[in-house]
């Protein structure tokens, strides 16, 4: 069965082509909801019920693992979803946790106290949903401790990309870095915990300065991706990748094309 990835708009394209550069022939289902997007302005109950719904309608492509490659839904819906209604042959997971993990610098799983580690001042990027939650910060402490975070709520940013407006998606990135640095001057690293942003990662670091480690999704969850295929083969299967939309797909296939660089062509779900 094909491996489904999911995300509000394109910003999940960031994690499906890193995880197709490593598993090239995996059958993959790509679901953008860019008709809703963004999900980062709306309220909980919203984001869980339109994730649940992407989700379902990934269930009907037969897809048996979905990974919620965006930070928001990730966030608000994908621990409700497995637990209040996740089939018994189904596997959801978001793209929170490989994040952390490798921010500090802990090996998938290891469920062991949380200890202090070389990380001492994160500058979090995320949508305002996301940092309203503190879901970064909770499972940070998980596995952390002496870790300072300060989050800085990017409103403008998705709509900017989805609109494929890079001048005024980077002029966004300036001042939402100024505003966090006037806080936090000396972050040792930079998380970018929305799949969208990565588009932008070199503008972030430019405007970060080269001291901050910048870290992006994309090869993180594809490496725990691969991890997790190594230990769950029966999600292992040749095929194509198809791109849905719930949005208007010549706009959001030419959006896609010029963000990543590649023709890429969506279908209606
Ligand atoms: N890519 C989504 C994320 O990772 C964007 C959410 C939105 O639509 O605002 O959070």
């Given at each position: 069965?094909?491996?489904?990835?999911?995300?509000?708009?394109?910003?999940?394209?960031?994690?499906?082509?890193?995880?197709?550069?490593?598993?090239?022939?995996?059958?993959?289902?790509?679901?953008?909801?860019?008709?809703?997007?963004?999900?980062?302005?709306?309220?909980?109950?919203?984001?869980?019920?339109?994730?649940?719904?992407?989700?379902?309608?990934?269930?009907?492509?037969?897809?048996?693992?979905?990974?919620?490659?965006?930070?928001?839904?990730?966030?608000?819906?994908?621990k409700r979803i497995q637990e209040e209604c996740l089939p018994r042959d189904k596997r959801v997971l978001g793209v929170f946790v490989p994040l952390i993990e490798a921010v500090t610098e802990r090996r998938w799983g290891d469920n062991s106290a949380p200890r202090e580690v070389n990380v001492k001042q994160v500058a979090l990027f995320a949508t305002p949903a996301t940092v309203a939650t503190r879901a970064f910060q909770r499972e940070l402490a998980y596995r952390a401790i002496g870790v300072d975070v300060d989050a800085q709520p990017c409103g403008g940013l998705v709509d900017a990309i989805e609109e494929n407006d890079l001048k005024l998606a980077e002029a966004l990135v300036k001042s939402h870095v100024s505003a966090l640095l006037r806080r936090m001057p000396k972050p040792d690293v930079a998380v970018l915990?929305?799949?969208?942003?990565?588009?932008?990662?070199?503008?972030?670091?430019?405007?970060?300065?080269?001291?901050?480690?910048?870290?992006?999704?994309?090869?993180?969850?594809?490496?725990?991706?691969?991890?997790?295929?190594?230990?769950h083969p029966n999600f292992v299967e040749k095929g194509q990748v198809k791109f849905l939309t719930t949005g208007n797909i010549t706009k959001v296939s030419k959006a896609a094309t010029r963000l990543l660089a590649k023709t890429i062509e969506f279908t209606s779900v």
């Open positions: 069965m094909p491996i489904g990835i999911f995300d509000s708009g394109l910003g999940g394209l960031t994690v499906q082509q890193e995880v197709s550069l490593r598993i090239p022939n995996q059958a993959i289902v790509y679901l953008g909801d860019n008709f809703h997007v963004p999900y980062g302005v709306r309220d909980h109950e919203q984001i869980y019920d339109l994730t649940h719904k992407a989700i379902e309608r990934l269930w009907g492509e037969d897809c048996d693992l979905v990974i919620i490659a965006c930070n928001t839904a990730s966030a608000v819906a994908v915990g929305c799949t969208h942003y990565p588009i932008l990662k070199d503008c972030f670091q430019s405007a970060l300065g080269s001291n901050v480690q910048v870290y992006s999704q994309g090869k993180i969850v594809a490496e725990s991706l691969v991890d997790y295929l190594s230990r």
